[in-house]
């Protein structure tokens, strides 16, 4: 198993899910957007409108996501990552970075 493969393993056992699903693609979107309308996640997920619902749900009850209405209209629910899953994908950002600069060092 090599580092990268390790390294998705690691944050499929943290987060007890599969690293490419509706779950990882939110996940990453806020990762790298920060705080997302739900409408707005919804609209580049693939995800049905039924199943993202429920995702989030289930994100959030597990507390890998926290939920905020917006203030200006608080109809808008605005989604981002909790402390703990930052922090987690922190990590698993930067052994990935690490991975591929080494993988691409050695093919020079």
């Known amino acids: 198993m090599g580092q990268l493969t390790a390294g998705l393993t690691r ?4 987060f007890h899910l ?10 990453m979107r ?3 957007n920060g705080p997302t309308a739900s409408a707005a996640l919804r609209a580049k997920s693939r995800a049905s409108s039924a199943a993202f619902s429920l995702i989030l749900k289930r994100m959030v009850s597990s ?3 926290k939920v905020e209405h917006d203030r200006n209209d608080r109809r808008v629910r605005k989604y981002d990552l909790t402390d703990w899953a930052r922090k987690v994908l922190d990590e698993f950002a930067r052994n990935t970075v690490r ?3 080494q993988d691409t060092a ?3």
Do not use: G, K, N
Request: proline share 4%; glycine share 0%; aromatic share 8%.
């Open 11 to 14: 944050v499929e056992q943290t």
């Open 63 to 65: 507390e890998l996501l």
């Open 99 to 101: 991975v591929l600069t």
């Open 18 to 27: 599969r690293a490419i699903t509706p779950e990882f693609e939110i996940l």
């Open 30 to 32: 806020l990762y790298e």
């Open 106 to 108: 050695a093919t020079d």
